[in-house]
């Protein structure tokens, strides 16, 4: 019969160890309450804190060894006519008296004892204690960032749906860097021979923790953490859609004992709920812990004005933390991690290439270039403002060049260089600004980014319309006013509307072959 197991024995599920209490818990009341991964867990458990083993392994009431034997009475003190006077005994120091409870108001509770699963995040937070760590921190522009997530939600929202995140994106570079560092995915190992030799674990592949807030019963709120296995064998693709699986196995309750396993390095993201910066704490067993900060402008620029933003060329940032055991990783190796961090965020190597690709986007990605803008220079504004009159011409002749016409993607994605804005000298820091349009659907005055998304929905999308080699200025202006700002989306009715016409269409097709069977005809199509 195999020895029975304690949680000491899976120190992986470090920080998720309170789950393994609350469903054990629940699984002691009602053995079907949980899922059957957990009951085959808890079939040999045995809790690994000292007070429930030593209350598990009593023996019963009738074979219980015999009692320890009771000391004899010292002998007694020798008489004075036996011996020398007796000294006198010095005081005994007085025992400590417990402390009565400060004076409190009449409406203050008394303490709340912390037991079950809150019992168990404190003894980790503990036990956190002697782990040496030690943090790095780094600021990145979050500008390209910004643009190219945008670009990709726009393509799914038009496509299979969808959304991804800022978080989905870093956590598939944090992937990534480790490739470039593998130092940071590594684990340490108090005692490698038995003997008391301290070790340290070079994992082959890359098993990403994510930190997900989880509302309990009660109304208090905790951390799991389930794991992505083997997350650097996985594209943004695969990587996606293995994170939404596990967030969707927390939020519906139906998350096992095997997603929790083989976490090598964790991500956590307070931004979330506004904090900057944080230090988290590793538990036994991890390595490496990445910290996500809120992503938002310097708190210098929190009162500036947008328009003011956008003509100095200040990004949002976020903050990176990196926090690692210092037993097995040095300062150099996580600075490093994070400086590769930042390389991947600003497109080095190919990092939102390979995103777009992964997610069928066919379109080239916004390239990181520095801005060009003197302040104190009216005529860079007037070169660039023929620049966007310029760009807004090529997108009406040339912009069917790059409309999504070929749906077996034989060919990768490229930029036609008359359509690219950085011929020009316009840069992503040019998308906040402000330049005259001209009328481009209606508006004399549009951002950049704005005017590329209206040319872009226009002639560059499934549909290429080509016009411009004719000589009517009027026909011309026609097909301008009904491509250009003109909302492609087609409500509920006007669906249903379609889908009935194709299916009359269809079954008019079928009508003819059936009834006209050899006939040489065109069809619908």
Request: hydrophobic share 35%; net charge negative; charged share 25%.
């Amino acid at each position: 019969m195999p020895e029975p197991r304690s949680d000491e024995s899976f120190g992986g599920f470090g920080p998720n160890a309170w789950l393994v209490e609350d469903m054990y818990e629940q699984y002691r009341r009602d053995p079907s309450s949980v899922s059957e991964s957990w009951r085959e867990f808890f079939a040999d458990y045995r809790r690994g804190d000292g007070a429930a083993q030593l209350a598990e392994a009593a023996p019963a009431a009738g074979d219980r060894a015999p009692g320890p034997t009771v000391p004899s009475a010292p002998p007694a003190a020798p008489t004075p006519a036996e011996g020398p006077a007796p000294v006198a005994a010095r005081p005994a120091p007085p025992q400590p008296q417990p402390q009565a409870p400060p004076a409190s108001d009449a409406d203050q509770t008394p303490p709340t004892p912390i037991r079950g699963a809150g019992a168990r995040i404190v003894s980790n937070m503990e036990a956190s204690l002697g782990v040496p760590t030690a943090t790095s921190v780094r600021q990145v522009p979050a500008k390209l960032l910004e643009v190219n997530r945008t670009i990709l939600n726009n393509h799914l929202s038009r496509t299979s749906g969808g959304k991804v995140s800022f978080t989905h994106l870093i956590g598939f570079a944090v992937v990534r860097a480790l490739e470039s560092v593998p130092a940071m995915n590594a684990s340490f190992v108090a005692d490698v021979d038995g003997k008391g030799t301290p070790g340290v674990v070079r994992h082959p592949h890359v098993g990403l923790g994510l930190a997900v807030d989880v509302e309990r019963p009660d109304g208090s709120r905790t951390l799991l953490v389930p794991c992505i296995k083997a997350a650097d064998t996985l594209d943004f693709r695969g990587f996606l859609l293995a994170y939404e699986e596990l967030i969707r196995k927390v939020r519906t309750n139906k998350i096992g004992v095997d997603d929790f396993a083989g976490t090598t390095v964790s991500l956590t993201n307070p931004g979330t709920v506004g904090t900057a910066m944080s230090v988290p704490r590793l538990m036994a067993g991890q390595g490496l812990i990445v910290g996500v900060g809120s992503l938002d402008y310097p708190v210098e620029y929190e009162a500036a004005d947008p328009s003011m933003l956008a003509k100095l060329g200040v990004s949002k940032v976020i903050t990176l933390t990196s926090t690692y055991d210092h037993r097995i990783i040095q300062g150099a190796e996580s600075g490093r991690y994070l400086s590769r961090i930042h390389q991947l965020l600003l497109g080095e190597d190919g990092f939102y290439h390979d995103v777009f690709r992964a997610m069928g986007v066919p379109y080239e990605p916004v390239e990181w270039r520095p801005d060009v803008n003197p302040v104190d220079e009216e005529r860079s504004h007037l070169v660039k403002q023929v620049h966007v009159q310029t760009l807004i011409n090529m997108y009406r002749v040339r912009g069917h060049l790059i409309a999504d016409l070929d749906p077996l993607e034989a060919r990768p994605p490229r930029m036609h260089q008359e359509l690219d804005p950085a011929t020009y000298g316009l840069t992503l820091w040019d998308l906040d600004r402000e330049f005259l349009t001209d009328g481009l659907a209606g508006r004399d005055m549009l951002t950049l980014g704005e005017t590329l998304g209206i040319l872009r929905d226009a002639y560059c999308r499934t549909v290429g319309v080509e016009y411009m080699h004719i000589s009517e200025p009027d026909q011309k202006r026609w097909i301008q006013d009904h491509v250009e700002g003109v909302s492609t989306r087609l409500d509920a009715d006007e669906q249903r509307y379609l889908l009935g016409r194709l299916n009359a269409a269809e079954a008019f097709e079928r009508f003819l072959h059936s009834k006209y069977i050899g006939q040489k005809r065109f069809g619908l199509e």
